[in-house]
């Protein structure tokens, strides 16, 4: 068979001409991937790591986060107590508990969506996603809506290698940033990196202590436990008063949930390195070891997630003589756990009857425009009524719910005739997001708080006077002071005894003033017991 030379020629041009565009539109393809991929949150262009900086300003992560919505934090919490140590793995419902994290991640909550990440990594039976992409992208989400720990989290996948390309470098230039932004624990992670007195970069450490120490002290005044236990390594020395105060900042950092910091505190008390005179304490107390020993072993399950408060109710630094105890772990810990008073309410007989609305449901006000019919006619429509005299345009009758087909009743406007009373449709009760009192009583439910019964007095002080009466005290600044973020939480209470001082904020690094607190007496004392001066803990 003859071969047409000049066919064939035209055939491998055409060829080496498909293969070379093939080639050009690979190449192209595959620069708008680099790109694409460069503009991703994971691979975010951020300054290196710099362990020489000269200064630092602390941010608090709170006050410059927005607040969330309200139904959001309630699947979140509601979630996370899902994850109880005292329930057995295999009887926690992960699927559930990914679903109310998802709910809130759809709501736009970063901390959800940080958890909802590391339920898909760790393959908990139950969740229906298994893809490290999709966990990834909810910390890109979190990132994008200027979430500190989610900058922190980066980090971690860069350093673990989740992230292609992700190594140390990039990893530091993450939580180098995170720490910029107020995130606790990259302050943490950072602040005990820099808090060495030289440079070991092959260890993983560095000496600039004190931005080191800035940094730390930046999370502990945001309620970080370890940055407590990291903190008491910088703060003692071989003086008394700097073992003092390392000493009162292991035991704030127990109260913020901190089991190293109990664990540490047990080995002093226990009498470590006493010998050597490096003790903290300067003598044995087996009792309070043994205390802290039990407490830190509960914290330890719960990951920081437990605040303890009041522990001084428990477990006051000495010289504060010991209360009696039952032996009962769980008689300290709940103890030591905030309180709250049942909210003070009264049965309204307005609201019996037609006028009844559910808890946690509302009416909607009347609008300008409402269907409106007469009293002698029949209700058209089922759901709410708020009956009006001719001519007005607001009620002082609370909304009347009816079912389609039945008559009016008669209004409270005794001295018109009812047929110049008119009713206008309000339509149903609307659910209502969740209110500060059902985040509380979540709290209850969840173990996390516990409710006393309201003192016999009502008392309310300034935080730069003495205690008057012993017991546990709410701490709380005005809604309009600057740090009101940071302090006006549900655990910031102290058991004080009568005559002592108030806690002071600068104690935690919080910039606020003993003056601007108010703090409100929730009683819950410890009995007397076998004489003056001797008292055992009561809950």
Known sequence: MKINIKLLGIVFLFALFSATSAQASLASLGTKLTIAMSDLPRYEKLPPFDPHRKDFTCVYESQRMPPVDPQAEMWFQQAVAMNDPNVLPDKIDYGAMYQLYLQAAQRNHPKAMLNLASLILRERPGVPVDDSEVAIGWV?????????????RMGVYHLNGLIKGGDATSAYAFFQRAAD???PEALTFLGDKLAATYDNPAEGFWGNLPVGTKMLE??????????ADKLSYIYRGTTQESKNRALHVLHEGVKLGCWECADNLFTQFDGYGLTRGVNLIGH????????????????KLYDGRLKLPNLDKVLPLPPAAL????????????????????QKGHKDAALEGRAFVPAGYAVRPLEAGAEA??????????GYWVALLPGSTTSTERPQRYEAGERFERAGYDWVS????????????????????????????????????PPSQDLECSGNIPCPATGIWGGRVDSAHAMKALFNRVDQQAFVAKGERFPQPHERVIEVDSRDVVWTYLGNPNREEGGPGIHAISL
């Open 284 to 299: 044995v107390d087996k009792a309070r070891a043994e205390r802290y020993n039990k407490i830190g072993d509960v914290l």
């Open 373 to 382: 019919v007469t009293a002698e006619q029949q209700v058209p429509q089922t």
């Open 323 to 342: 209360p009696k105890w039952d032996g009962n772990v769980q008689t300290l810990i709940n103890a030591a756990k905030a309180v709250t008073i049942p």
């Open 218 to 227: 930046c999370a502990f005044a945001q309620g970080y436990g370890p940055a």
């Open 418 to 453: 009812p047929d110049q009373v008119q009713w206008h449709y309000v339509g149903d009760v609307y659910r209502l997001p969740p209110q500060p009192s059902d985040f509380v009583d979540h709290l209850v439910s969840a173990g996390a708080i516990r409710e006393v019964t």
């Open 181 to 183: 932004m107020g995130s």
């Open 140 to 152: 890109e989400k979190a990132m994008k809506l200027g979430s500190a720990d989610a900058y922190d």
